[in-house]
């Protein structure tokens, strides 16, 4: 491993020169394949650290799927439903524990994840490249590859697709520095450790959270660890289903959040998993038709031919009604916020999206409307007095 790495160029193609380098000590990861970027390193660095302590903090397999240093999805290696195989595209294949979470991780958001930089927290193994390779992503980052997966990686984007081996006992310096416009910034690091120990003050009516949910706020809250901030996120089944990021005000994470978890959800209604799509139709495209299917814009498709261009048949309308009844038997989501939710508005929002548990801060001074709006729905609520903002 080498003490400094030049980079192609900084965040834009004007910002010249740049470079990655360590004050003391050798650079924490390998360049296996590729010609790494400065966002590349930035989505690389800080989806390590979210799927290492995805790992940490529930045992199992972790995967991330970043773009512009926000996850666009995270998971750990629980088994798909038969739904969610179809909406993934993955039917019928048995899927080892790390492949499994990837799969979890770029399903949350497909579209968001068009070109995503990858974490894994164990090995790469050569099912999870050969999935990897059927999809646009710039790179990946994970302790180590087998021998087949490398050779897989290498071949992906005419061989210049990025592969970086991390070394998985790196620890950082407790102090972190930056510079913005001249001036340095120096802090502490954020060490902070999401355990179930955070989630036991519990100042709502229920207060019963069972232990899937517990993971699953669990992996809300590390989500949220490396979500450029405002942030909430919604959970389910051992995976984010909706990231809402970098809002000034924060019910609009909420909304653009569980907006994006209607989607994921919708995606597993019988209109969506029976739509007749053509064999030469490409997963990017499909995705897209999708989205349009189940958003507003599908009336306006049908009165072209351009579905045509997707479809074996023209699909029928999934009618707004049909929508909201499918979306009305969504449930057992959690919730994780980065700070305290100022006002019962956010709650309301959540329970459209089949919230049932949530995890935040607490501290406004309208904590008592955010827990009776709560109570209204039966919602169990923890207050962790942890702030999560990451900038």
């Not at 007749?276 to 009165?303: C, H, K, M, S, T």
Request: net charge negative.
């Amino acid at each position: 491993m080498a003490q400094e790495m030049e980079l192609k160029y900084g965040c834009n193609p004007n910002q010249k020169p740049a470079k990655v380098f360590m004050e003391n000590g050798e650079l924490p990861f390998k360049v296996l394949n590729g010609r790494p970027g400065y966002i590349n390193l930035l989505d690389a660095l800080n989806s390590w650290q979210l799927v290492r302590e995805l790992k940490e903090a529930t045992g199992l397999p972790a995967a991330a799927s970043f773009k512009h240093v926000s996850p666009a999805g995270a998971a750990v290696a629980v088994p798909l439903s038969p739904e969610l195989e179809k909406a993934y595209f993955v039917e019928g294949v048995e899927l080892s524990p790390v492949a499994t979470a990837y799969i979890r991780a770029r399903g949350a958001d497909r579209m968001s994840s068009y070109g995503d930089f990858v974490a894994l927290s164990d090995e790469c193994d050569a099912q999870t490249a050969s999935f990897l390779k059927r999809e646009v992503s710039d790179g990946i980052i994970a302790p180590s590859y087998s021998e087949e997966a490398l050779e897989i990686l290498k071949s992906k984007r005419k061989g210049t697709y990025l592969v970086l081996q991390m070394d998985a006992d790196y620890q950082p310096e407790p102090v972190e520095r930056k510079q913005v416009f001249g001036v340095t910034f120096e802090q502490g690091r954020n060490e902070v450790k999401l355990t179930s120990e955070c989630l036991a003050e519990r100042p709502t009516r229920n207060k019963e959270i069972p232990a899937g949910a517990e993971r699953d706020l669990l992996i809300a809250l590390i989500t949220l660890k490396y979500t450029q901030s405002n942030s909430v996120c919604y959970a389910k089944d051992g995976q984010a289903i909706g990231i809402g990021a970098g809002q000034q005000s924060r019910v609009h994470c909420t909304r653009l959040a569980g907006n994006k978890a209607d989607v994921w959800y919708l995606r597993q209604a019988p209109q969506v998993q029976n739509l007749p799509f053509r064999e030469d139709v490409r997963r990017p495209e499909r995705d897209n038709a999708i989205d349009v299917y189940v958003g507003e814009e599908w009336q306006d498709l049908l009165e072209t031919d351009a579905w045509k261009n997707i479809f074996t048949e023209k699909p029928p309308v999934f009618t707004r009604e049909e929508k909201a009844a499918w979306l009305k038997t969504l449930k057992g989501v959690s919730l994780g916020s980065d700070a305290f939710f100022p006002f019962g508005d956010n709650v309301e929002r959540a329970h459209k999206s089949g919230v049932d548990y949530i995890a935040q801060a607490g501290g406004s001074i309208r904590d008592d409307n955010v827990i009776e709006t709560c109570d209204k729905y039966g919602i169990a609520m923890a207050m962790t007095h942890i702030r999560l903002f990451h900038h």
